[in-house]
């Protein structure tokens, strides 16, 4: 796959410390963080423009990315809460030669007990 | 800032018939692109089809066709011919300036045989 999510399936406990790792082949220099949830689309917690470089998207409380390199761009939980109990989604794409199109991880499923 | 609006929740249609999902959208950047999105019951995201700001004509892709109505700030998905396949959630988004994708809460459609 050109993006990697995983875990893909994850139960923890409130309080926990929890990092989805997200990995691409495609060289691209844009990475994306969303959480999906029902009834309200995907929302923006995270993005990075190139290694190095992360800034916030629409709801990044609660959450820390850091991008190293241009493959990887792992989001930590710093103490899971139940209000992040959410299907998380990955996702690259080029960046001033964007056309739209996105490439998403298969998702990552959390569920805070 | 952009904002992405999808006022149908749900939607049916019988097999073989078109239809039409709804989107409207609101930016301030001169240049942008509108994009929709597929998500089956298998949880992955299926890119579909891009229409930039400046193209004349309306996007096409096989059975999917977008209804770009620049005055009236819409960007409407038509399917012809449904499937049974074609049973799934619909996203709308776009980027902007920034390259940002921004999404909208979608649209489920079923389709009756």
């Given at each position: 796959?050109d993006?990697?999510?995983?875990p ?5 406990k409130?309080?926990?410390r ?31 423009v190139?290694a190095?470089?992360?800034d ?7 959450y820390?990315v ?12 710093l103490?899971?809460a ?6 998380y989604?990955?996702?690259s ?18 569920t805070?007990? | 800032?952009q ?14 018939e078109a ?5 409207t959208?609101?930016?301030?950047d001169?240049s942008?692109?509108?994009f929709?999105y ?8 299926i890119?579909l089809i891009?229409?930039?700001?400046y ?5 096409t892709e ?17 399917i ?7 049973s799934a ?13 921004t999404?909208?809460?979608?649209t ?5 045989p």
């Amino acid at each position: 796959a050109d993006v990697t999510q995983t875990p893909r399936n994850r139960i923890t406990k409130t309080g926990k410390r929890i990092m989805l790792e997200c990995s691409q082949t495609k060289g691209h220099d844009r990475m994306y963080w969303y959480r999906q949830d029902p009834g309200m689309g995907l929302r923006l917690i995270h993005y990075s423009v190139g290694a190095g470089i992360t800034d916030q998207g629409e709801v990044p409380n609660g959450y820390n990315v850091s991008r190293s390199t241009t493959e990887d761009f792992p989001l930590r939980l710093l103490s899971a809460a139940p209000s992040q109990t959410s299907v998380y989604f990955c996702a690259s794409s080029y960046g001033l030669l964007n056309t739209g199109e996105l490439f998403f991880g298969e998702g990552s499923r959390l569920t805070v007990l | 800032a952009q904002k992405i609006t999808q006022t149908q929740p749900g939607m049916f249609v019988q097999e073989k018939e078109a239809v039409t999902l709804d989107c409207t959208y609101d930016t301030s950047d001169p240049s942008y692109g509108l994009f929709w999105y597929k998500q089956p019951s298998s949880g992955e995201m299926i890119f579909l089809i891009y229409q930039g700001s400046y193209d004349q004509q309306n996007a096409t892709e096989g059975r999917y066709s977008l209804n770009f109505q620049k005055a009236r700030k819409s960007a409407n998905l038509v399917i012809s011919a449904s499937q049974l396949g074609d049973s799934a959630m619909y996203f709308c988004a776009m980027t902007g300036g920034s390259y940002i994708p921004t999404f909208g809460r979608g649209t489920s459609l079923i389709v009756h045989p």
